[in-house]
Nanobody, 121 residues
Framework: QVQLVESGGGLVQPGGSLKLSCAAS????????MGWYRQAPGRQRELVAF???????NYADSVKGRFTISRDNAKNTVYLQMNSLKPEDTAVYYC???????????????WGQGTQVTVSS
């Protein structure tokens, strides 16, 4: 069974930095894309950043120039380096991955449990 395990959330002051990690575990054939979404109280879940297996990245306009997504394919892990954090970045951050469980199947969408990021003085 595929699992996504996140780590790295916490409390940070405005202007500070945090790095999130998400590792895929279990038995699977291939990972196509990995990324991060976030959901603030009372708001819909939104895309933060995504990275494909070839290294192509995509960012929400609100985080461009401040956040960097990277991926270690050997470790099946995706990272999100968050710099110059703002109070409006406060949210639960969810890892997402498109994973093919076996060579005969299709890519399925998987979610992590979420990690809280709070930006406050």
């Amino acid at each position: 069974q595929v699992q996504l395990v996140e780590s790295g959330g916490g409390l940070v002051q405005p202007g500070g930095s945090l790095k999130l990690s998400c590792a895929a575990s279990g038995s699977f054939y291939d990972i196509f894309a990995m990324g991060w979404y976030r959901q603030a109280p009372g708001r819909q879940r939104e895309l933060v950043a995504f990275i494909f297996s070839d290294g192509t990245t995509n960012y929400a306009d609100s985080v461009k120039g401040r956040f960097t997504i990277s991926r270690d394919n050997a470790k099946n892990t995706v990272y999100l380096q968050m710099n110059s954090l703002k109070p409006e970045d406060t949210a639960v951050y969810y890892c997402n991955a498109n994973i093919k469980p076996d060579w005969r199947g299709v890519y399925n969408n998987y979610w992590g449990q979420g990690t809280q990021v709070t930006v406050s003085s």
